[in-house]
Structure formats: structure tokens, C-alpha cells
């Protein structure tokens, strides 16, 4: 067992819901070394279940969100935002001993205490789609209910795909969904111009491919790395008067490439908060 996972080395821990980001976070965390019957799974179809067992035979599988919410110590809320409040429906009636997280974009930690009751330990994450393969970036946020251990287990959970970090501003969670939760497309979308651009010009498909991708690796490990220098002067180290990469940067700064970032990050921020206002709301097909 890695030592992260080891504040939830003996923790029961349930999902409701078990589709991508769900199946991602119990991969990681079996990987890492957590028993999976320690693991309790519930999800109205029974396809993906079936799928998971196939992986994990001794995962604890159910279609009754109940089940999974009565075992667990930590209970990942993992289904889409229009269907939180259907799905806490079954748990309404029960004597909850949990702490609840839920993973659900734009979902705030007030309406999962108004869905299950009042003075639950509740923490809201916004993990993104690179969790898939054990680099997500995942956003925490803790409500006063929650104790330094729970957050500790939260820790342990996310960092078992990728890396987290907390928030102490809850309101700050909208920037972390435009950020890490929406970012992979912002760098996919680039990435994809990038190679098309190459192929306009000659460069085979698979060569610029594996090019731009490294490329995007590379940059993303040096500003890991060298966390005491500006990303700026990292572009600025890179980046000789009158070269190259000068005559490509005049391009995207005349193009205003900061500014149209900070109208996307916005955007994202928005829609987040008109998702929360869906989420509070029940969802009735
Ligand atoms: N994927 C991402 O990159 C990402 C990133 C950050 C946050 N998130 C958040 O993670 C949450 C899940 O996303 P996802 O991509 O994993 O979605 P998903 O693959 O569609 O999984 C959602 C699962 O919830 C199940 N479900 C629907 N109604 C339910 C109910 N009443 N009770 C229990 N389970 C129910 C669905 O089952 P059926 O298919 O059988 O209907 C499905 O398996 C979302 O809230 C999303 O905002 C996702």
C-alpha cells in the first residue's frame, strides 16, 4: 500500500454513481494498494457495474444507492450535477455517518447539506479527465462540519490519480473548474491546431502528433519543476529576439491569445454556477 493512501488504509469508501470519473478514482485507488472490498459501488444500470466486477471481483456492487451510502465512511457523490438530487433521494431517510464528497461540477457544499442534512461533514472536488490516466489535477473544498482527518482521507483519495489541492474560499471552486476541470480541452484544442497547421504544411499526422504532445509534456514538467520561476520567464528563456518562436508568439499575442483565454476561463465560471442552480433543483426522468 503507497504511503498516501495510508489515511484511508482501513476506510470503507462508497461511490454513487459508477461512471468515467467514478470508475477512474477506485482504479487509482485499488492500484494504490486499497483492498477493493473495501470499495461499495451503486449505479441504476447494471452494464457498468458488470464491467467494474469483471475488473475488481471483490468490489461491493449495488443498485441500490442506500446500500453504498449505509457502508461508507467516505461517500463519493459521483454522478452528473442534474442528477444529485434524484440520487440523494434514497439516502434522505437514513441516519447518514459519513463524510460526504461530492465531485459534482458546480455543485456546492450547501445544497449537499440542504439534499442529506443539515452539519454533514461535506467536501466538494473538481477532479478533471487526466484522473483517467492517474495525472488528474482535482480542486478541494472542506465545509466547517469537516475534521483535519477527513480532509486528509480526501487528500489520499485524489492524489491516488493525479494531484490536489484545497481551497479555503469555496467560491474559488469556480475557477478551479475553469482551470484544471475544463483546461485538458484548452490544451487538447491547441494541441490539435497545432498538428493540423503541421499538416497544412507537410508534416505526417502521427509525427507532429507525437510532437506537439511531448512538447505540451515537456513545457508542463518545466513549470512543475521549477516552481520558483515565473511561467513567464520560463516563455522568456525560450524565446531569442527575432527567432523563431519570437515571429510565433507576435502571432498569438497580436491575435490576443491572453485575453480570448480570460474570456474561456470566464465563460467556464458562469456555466458552473448555472449548473449549481440545475443541481439544486430535482432532476424527475
Ligand atoms: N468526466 C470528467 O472529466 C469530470 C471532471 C470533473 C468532474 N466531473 C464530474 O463527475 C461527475 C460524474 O461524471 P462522469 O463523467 O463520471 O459521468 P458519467 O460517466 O455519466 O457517470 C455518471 C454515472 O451516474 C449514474 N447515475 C445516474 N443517475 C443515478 C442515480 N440516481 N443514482 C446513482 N447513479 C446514477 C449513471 O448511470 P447510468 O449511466 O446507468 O445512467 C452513470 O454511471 C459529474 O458530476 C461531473 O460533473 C467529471
Given at each position: 500500500m503507497?504511503?498516501?493512501?495510508?489515511?484511508?488504509?482501513?476506510?470503507?469508501?462508497?461511490?454513487?454513481?459508477?461512471?468515467?470519473?467514478?470508475?477512474?478514482?477506485?482504479?487509482?485507488?485499488?492500484?494504490?494498494?486499497?483492498?477493493?472490498?473495501?470499495?461499495?459501488?451503486?449505479?441504476?444500470s447494471?452494464?457498468?457495474?458488470?464491467?467494474?466486477?469483471?475488473?475488481?471481483?471483490?468490489?461491493?456492487?449495488?443498485?441500490?444507492?442506500?446500500?453504498?451510502a449505509?457502508?461508507?465512511?467516505?461517500?463519493?457523490l459521483?454522478?452528473?450535477?442534474?442528477?444529485?438530487?434524484?440520487?440523494?433521494?434514497?439516502?434522505?431517510?437514513?441516519?447518514?455517518?459519513?463524510?460526504?464528497?461530492?465531485?459534482?461540477?458546480?455543485?456546492?457544499?450547501?445544497?449537499?447539506?440542504?439534499?442529506?442534512?443539515?452539519?454533514?461533514?461535506?467536501?466538494?472536488?473538481?477532479?478533471?479527465?487526466?484522473?483517467?490516466?492517474?495525472?488528474?489535477a482535482?480542486?478541494?473544498?472542506a465545509?466547517?462540519?469537516?475534521?483535519?482527518?477527513?480532509?486528509?482521507?480526501?487528500?489520499?483519495?485524489?492524489?491516488?490519480?493525479?494531484?490536489?489541492?484545497?481551497?479555503?474560499?469555496?467560491?474559488?471552486?469556480?475557477?478551479?473548474t475553469?482551470?484544471?476541470?475544463?483546461?485538458?480541452?484548452?490544451y487538447f484544442?491547441?494541441?490539435?491546431?497545432?498538428?493540423?497547421?503541421?499538416?497544412?504544411?507537410?508534416?505526417?499526422?502521427?509525427?507532429?502528433?507525437?510532437?506537439?504532445?511531448?512538447?505540451?509534456?515537456?513545457?508542463?514538467?518545466?513549470v512543475?519543476?521549477?516552481?520558483?520561476?515565473?511561467?513567464?520567464?520560463?516563455?522568456?528563456?525560450?524565446?531569442?529576439?527575432?527567432?523563431?518562436?519570437?515571429?510565433?508568439?507576435?502571432?498569438?499575442?497580436?491575435?490576443?491569445?491572453?485575453?480570448?483565454?480570460?474570456?474561456?476561463?470566464?465563460?467556464?465560471?458562469?456555466?458552473?454556477?448555472?449548473?449549481?442552480?440545475?443541481?439544486?433543483?430535482?432532476d424527475?426522468?
Open positions: 503507497s504511503d498516501a493512501i495510508q489515511a484511508i488504509a482501513n476506510a470503507k469508501i462508497g461511490f454513487i454513481g459508477a461512471g468515467n470519473m467514478a470508475a477512474s478514482i477506485l482504479g487509482g485507488l485499488i492500484q494504490s494498494g486499497l483492498p477493493a472490498k473495501q470499495i461499495y459501488v451503486s449505479n441504476p447494471q452494464g457498468k457495474l458488470d464491467a467494474l466486477l469483471e475488473r475488481y471481483p471483490d468490489l461491493n456492487t449495488s443498485n441500490d444507492n442506500g446500500y453504498v449505509e457502508h461508507a465512511d467516505y461517500l463519493l459521483s454522478v452528473k450535477p442534474q442528477k444529485m438530487a434524484l440520487a440523494c433521494k434514497p439516502l434522505q431517510e437514513l441516519d447518514l455517518n459519513c463524510c460526504v464528497i461530492s465531485v459534482a461540477a458546480g455543485v456546492g457544499c450547501q445544497t449537499i447539506e440542504d439534499l442529506l442534512g443539515k452539519g454533514l461533514p461535506v467536501i466538494r472536488s473538481m477532479p478533471n479527465t487526466p484522473s483517467l490516466v492517474g495525472a488528474g482535482t480542486g478541494l473544498f465545509n466547517q462540519h469537516t475534521s483535519e482527518q477527513q480532509k486528509k482521507a480526501a487528500t489520499a483519495i485524489f492524489d491516488a490519480v493525479g494531484l490536489s489541492v484545497w481551497v479555503d474560499d469555496e467560491s474559488q471552486m469556480d475557477l478551479v475553469a482551470v484544471s476541470g475544463s483546461g485538458p480541452a484548452h484544442l491547441y494541441m490539435e491546431s497545432v498538428v493540423v497547421a503541421a499538416m497544412k504544411q507537410g508534416l505526417p499526422e502521427t509525427t507532429a502528433r507525437q510532437l506537439a504532445a511531448q512538447t505540451a509534456l515537456g513545457a508542463a514538467r518545466m512543475q519543476d521549477n516552481p520558483n520561476l515565473e511561467i513567464s520567464q520560463l516563455r522568456r528563456n525560450v524565446t531569442s529576439p527575432g527567432g523563431t518562436t519570437a515571429a510565433a508568439l507576435d502571432v498569438l499575442n497580436d491575435g490576443k491569445l491572453p485575453e480570448l483565454v480570460a474570456k474561456a476561463v470566464n465563460a467556464s465560471v458562469v456555466r458552473g454556477k448555472e449548473l449549481a442552480e440545475i443541481a439544486s433543483k430535482p424527475h426522468d
